[in-house]
């Protein structure tokens, strides 16, 4: 059965009043839409997946010509093929590492670029393989330059103590012994001092010497600190002192004549001391007897001064000495 023309239907909104019904909504979902959360990472792994891996004959090939040519269009396609490998070491010191993981692998992109440079294709040896030692080394430092407010890391014995501390602490424990430092001292060829020393700079935490020393009290742990430069009157004495020997050392040497006298001034008070060969060969007498006159002069010369200035017996520094 046909249904009547006269029979109500629902008619569309007009145009003009939907499409603002669209515009508003739309806004609306704008506004409780939350911004994607960007992750550098993520996307410096994307980036680097774009450049394809050499094969070892692309690689070796590329190297040799870059060793002869030194093109940086050679060098360019060396780095962007080994980028993912910074990545893959980079991950192995993440659990050294509590920030920025980046920071790691751009520290790693320094050492690749080292490796290029300095890579001999001749030695028989893969590039990457040679490059994996300076990613290593220079991710190594930055972790240990940048672990505490204090560097840490500056020897060799160090450097090993540092990458290898936390592995065999965790080998020793798992194995059943005590990782005391003696133990971990003997099984990596270093001093217990030194690995006494690593663990409390690994493990101990940076304060600040404005930090309270307490929650109830104002003083701050820098407070308590000894100051080790010297008090304004100590500077002052030090100068009286300093002045005051000056002037016995003019009375001292009036005194003096001959080979005495150039002894005196040429091996005891120059800036630059003349040997004892130097002197002996001047004076015309042996190395011997210069030294014996060089003694008898400073013996004289500190009961002169013993005598006329007590006080210079605390500063040592005033007094000529041997060399």
């Keep these: 059965?046909?249904?009547?023309?006269?029979?109500?239907?629902?008619?569309?909104a007009p145009i003009e009043e939907s499409g603002k019904e669209l515009t508003v909504q739309r806004e609306e979902e704008e506004k409780n839409k939350?911004?994607?959360?960007?992750?550098?990472?993520?996307?410096?792994?994307?980036?680097?997946?774009?450049?394809?891996?050499?094969?070892?004959?692309?690689?070796?090939?590329?190297?040799?010509?870059?060793?002869?040519?030194?093109?940086?269009?050679?060098?360019?396609?060396?780095?962007?093929?080994?980028?993912?490998?910074?990545?893959?070491?980079?991950?192995?010191?993440?659990?050294?590492?509590?920030?920025?993981?980046?920071?790691?692998i751009q520290e790693g992109n320094l050492g690749l670029l080292q490796a290029v440079k300095k890579f001999d294709p001749y030695k028989g040896v893969k590039f990457s393989y040679y490059a994996s030692f300076w990613i290593k080394?220079?991710?190594?430092?930055?972790?240990?330059?940048?672990?505490?407010?204090v560097k840490m890391g500056t020897t060799q014995a160090q450097r090993k103590l540092f990458y290898k501390l936390r592995k065999e602490k965790e080998r020793l424990a798992a194995l059943g012994f005590e990782a005391t430092p003696a133990e971990i001292a003997k099984r990596l060829g270093v001093k217990e001092k030194e690995v006494e020393e690593m663990e409390q700079r690994m493990f101990s935490q940076d304060i600040s010497l404005e930090a309270p020393i307490s929650p109830d009290s104002d003083d701050t742990v820098g407070s308590f600190l000894r100051d080790s430069r010297p008090t304004p009157e100590d500077t002052y004495a030090r100068e009286e002192i300093l002045n005051n020997f000056k002037k016995l050392l003019k009375e001292f040497a009036k005194d003096l004549k001959g080979k005495d006298y150039v002894i005196f001034h040429e091996r005891l008070l120059a800036e630059k001391p003349k040997t004892l060969n130097e002197l002996s060969q001047k004076l015309g007498i042996s190395?011997?007897?210069?030294?014996?006159?060089?003694?008898?002069?400073?013996?004289?010369?500190?009961?002169?001064?013993?005598?006329?200035l007590p006080d210079a017996y605390y500063y040592p520094l005033a007094l000529p000495h041997k060399d």
């Design 1 to 12: 059965m046909r249904k009547s023309n006269t029979e109500t239907k629902e008619l569309p």
């Design 34 to 104: 939350l911004p994607v959360k960007f992750d550098p990472l993520q996307k410096y792994l994307q980036e680097i997946s774009k450049y394809p891996i050499l094969s070892r004959e692309e690689e070796e090939r590329i190297a040799k010509e870059y060793y002869k040519t030194k093109d940086p269009r050679l060098a360019y396609k060396l780095v962007v093929s080994n980028l993912r490998l910074v990545v893959k070491i980079a991950l192995e010191f993440q659990k050294f590492w509590a920030y920025n993981f980046l920071d790691l």
């Design 137 to 149: 080394a220079y991710i190594l430092k930055y972790i240990m330059d940048n672990w505490k407010l």
């Design 287 to 308: 190395k011997e007897r210069v030294r014996q006159i060089e003694e008898k002069i400073i013996r004289k010369l500190r009961k002169f001064m013993e005598e006329r």
